[in-house]
């Protein structure tokens, strides 16, 4: 099935300074989103994006829906230890004319915090 | 993760045993998604249920694996069967409604299959 290209892979930094990491595809999304996922637990819902050309902040998070709705970006400001853990993107796309809620999955980033 | 509840949190199925999964949604919730995640991979989409109804189950295998939300009590996944290719993380996840995708995921059940 499709997957959605996530980068970088993964991740080292030190603490305060600020992450970047992107989720492309080759064909259009409506909706994206951006989740944490750490050792033994589900993903959890960091911000969601409806419309492109969206941008939304989540405390020190920030990301945004593509305008080409083929992409979308997931910003961490200030990073701190807790940050730590594998982020994903997720996205949806129309089907036979309509909306689904069946989520396609990034590859994910493993982001590593020094403190 | 709270309010969704998947049991058990760790199984273990000898080849050829069946597993049972459960999800039980978050209150007020009455949609339903399965997915499974191998190791060091995103998570693969497999079934989504409404109450008595699979709408979308274009990413079961088509064979030993099934699911079902009945009209009370929690939604099961079962693997008959089990083959070592089985063993991965099994996750639940409730919407209140569709349109809506940024739902909420259980802790997941890791099935070992030895």
């Known amino acids: 099935g499709q997957q959605l290209n996530q980068s970088p892979q993964s991740m080292f930094i030190q603490e305060g300074e600020d992450v970047s990491m992107n989720c492309t595809s080759s064909?259009?999304?409506?909706?994206w989103l951006w989740y944490k996922q750490e050792p033994g637990e589900g993903p959890v819902l960091l911000i969601a994006?409806?419309?492109?050309?969206e941008l939304t902040s989540n405390g020190r998070l920030t990301a945004q829906f593509g305008i080409t709705r083929k992409d979308s970006f997931l910003n961490i400001s200030a990073s701190i230890p807790s940050d730590v853990g594998i982020y994903f993107c997720?996205?949806?796309?129309?089907?036979?004319?309509?909306?689904?809620?069946?989520?396609?999955f990034g590859t994910g980033t493993l982001l590593a915090v020094q403190p | 993760n709270a309010g969704v509840m998947q049991n058990p949190r760790h199984l273990v199925r000898r080849r050829g045993q069946e597993a049972r999964l459960r999800c039980s949604p978050m209150?007020?919730?009455?949609?339903v998604y399965w997915y499974r995640q191998l190791p060091e991979e995103g998570l693969k989409f497999m079934v989504y249920?409404?109450?008595?109804?699979?709408?979308?189950e274009s990413g079961m295998p088509k064979e030993r694996f099934s699911a079902e939300f009945p009209k009370e009590g929690p939604s099961i996944l079962r693997i008959q069967q089990v083959v070592r290719g089985d063993s991965a993380a099994y996750f639940c996840?409730?919407?209140?409604?569709?349109?809506?995708?940024?739902?909420?995921f259980g802790s997941g059940t890791r099935l070992t299959v030895v």
């Open positions: 996840a409730s919407s209140p409604r569709q349109g809506r995708s940024g739902y909420t």
């Open positions: 064909s259009i999304f409506n909706t």
């Open positions: 994006l409806y419309k492109a050309g």
């Open positions: 997720a996205g949806t796309q129309l089907e036979n004319g309509g909306a689904t809620n069946k989520l396609i």
């Open positions: 209150k007020g919730h009455s949609h």
């Open positions: 249920l409404q109450k008595e109804n699979i709408i979308d």
